[in-house]
Nanobody
Framework: QVQLVESGGGLAQAGGSLRLSCAASGRTFNMYNMGWYRQAPGKEREFVASMRWTDFNTDYADSVKGRFPVSGDYARSTVYLQMNSLKPEDTAIYYC????????WGQGTQVTVSS
């Protein structure tokens, strides 16, 4: 089992920044990919960004590319999402995930961007 704890959500103004963190614990030795999804009210959960631990390769949704760099601290089993140039449409619950055989999910953290 892998446990994920997210932090860093909150309220920001359009154009502002927030930084999300996600710390993994438990059976992390087999973990090879961590990242983020988000779910806005009335919409399906969508992929945001990911980092592959084997080579630190990153991947992004087109909607956040260039604005939300993802990074990680392998020694701390922690992944970060730096959210810059925030837009009201970025408002959502952000979920961290980790893949270690199966995909594990965090509890989610609310991000609200006001115009």
């Amino acid at each position: 089992q892998v446990q994920l704890v997210e932090s860093g959500g909150g309220l920001a103004q359009a154009g502002g920044s927030l930084r999300l963190s996600c710390a993994a614990s438990g059976r992390t030795f087999n973990m090879y990919n961590m990242g983020w999804y988000r779910q806005a009210p009335g919409k399906e959960r969508e992929f945001v960004a990911s980092m592959r631990w084997t080579d630190f390769n990153t991947d992004y949704a087109d909607s956040v590319k260039g604005r939300f760099p993802v990074s990680g601290d392998y020694a701390r089993s922690t992944v970060y999402l730096q959210m810059n140039s925030l837009k009201p449409e970025d408002t959502a619950i952000y979920y961290c995930y980790a893949i270690s055989g199966v995909k594990y999910w965090g509890q989610g953290t609310q991000v609200t961007v006001s115009s």
